[in-house]
């Protein structure tokens, strides 16, 4: 009678062990694929504000550029790298072809500068080009940094008892930081006066 | 690798401890003492009557310092925490000076970045804001700041896409959603799991060992290893009050970054401010100087 009592009392411990780790194990699932996904959607929104920028820039810059000799050569190169955006099969090359478009616009400087009109519409173009743009880089900027917030606490999360071995069960697999290609961290600098 | 690890503990920290900004008490919060009584009232009049019309949330914000941060990461920042605009519209505004810094941002939600554009907010800093404020006359550039949105924004046609939803009684997403409350608690059961098997453990063991001390170190010697030396169950003993907890040495920092929010101000602030909608921004809008 003891004996028995004492069998049904393990089993009973045992059943309720396994069925608080099939449980446990569902919400550790849940939590890193909720995790997952939010990188996922984090990324998203930085290929969109990407998007956004290359659809929009050129736009603008051809109002401030329209009629100097540089004009074909400045909305070419724009062209050009929006299309390699476009075309690129992984983040480095779209990260590189954003690094071009970066590189076309700073061209667009040096011939403000150089060619110095004096007339208002002109500042105005080159008001709202400006604004435009830092508009754009911040956004950039915003999505990228909460992108890097969600990779990093999703890999926290994998990295981490009980995660870790939930993830390699899973087979969840580190998120990599974005980093943006060498010199491109800081925006061409806009900040000099035109009157 | 290790330096990988390293740099993500430090983000994960830096993010978690990185600032303590200030609290909404209203559509004004006038930190700085420069708006002044008679405009703050004007304002609050007029943004709480736009927010009946429209569901667009304008928030004011003036700090003496940005504690050393870009204003446009404080900004972003500030509505994040403060959810500005309506959770599912996006649809707000936040207007933020700093005067010590000389620097001000208007910060655009999502949901308005269409209508209210880089740069309308440009010009409204520009020739709105920025001569008032050459003259200290900072109530009076705010409040012509926000009777220039409320103007962009009703004349650009905007309308949120879901103008603010009846409370139709339960429907059968109130029901999912219980259920799903009900799954999601489960976790709670488990924080009783280090009790209960441990006990369950020491009498079966009492029973045929029937030797107190042995079984009573078979069982409860890996329960305590547990909840010392794991993530979860030192996360399970903290939050049981610190039972088994000896060592000063873990700091949740979930725990206190909840904990500095959660400081009751809502409540404590006497009036009937429950707080801004959910909305959200991605860095639309423009910063100026003066």
Redesign the interface.
Known sequence: M?TKK?FV??LA?LAG?VV?GI??TI?QYNSIQSLNLEVDNAWS?VET?YQERFDLIPRIVQSVVAQTEAETEILKNLADARARYLSARNTDEKVAASADFDNAISTVFPIVLQENYPNIKFAEAF??FR??Y??QE??????RNRY??AV??Y??VI????GNFFASLFGFKERKLFEAAAGTEKAPDLDFKIN | MHFRTFLMLFLFFSVSFAQNYPQSIGYVNDYADIIGEGYEVELNTLISAFEKNTTVEIAVLTVNSLDGLDIETYAVEIYKEWGIGQKNENNGVLILVALNDQKMRIEVGYGLEGVLTDIHTKDIIDNIIKPKFKEEKYGEGIYNAVLAIKQIIETGGYEPSLVAKQDDGLDIFDIIGGLFIVIFSLPFLLFLLPFVLPLVLFAILEIYVGNLFISATIAFLPFIFFMKFTNIGRSISKWQGGLFNTSGGWSDTSGSWSGGYSGGSWSSSGSSWGGFGGGMSGGGGASGSW
């Open positions: 003891q004492g009392i393990i411990a062990f608080l449980l446990f919400m929104k504000v008001k709202d604004t435009t830092e508009g911040n956004r950039v900027r915003v999505e890097n917030d990093t606490e890999n926290k990295k981490t008892f009980p």
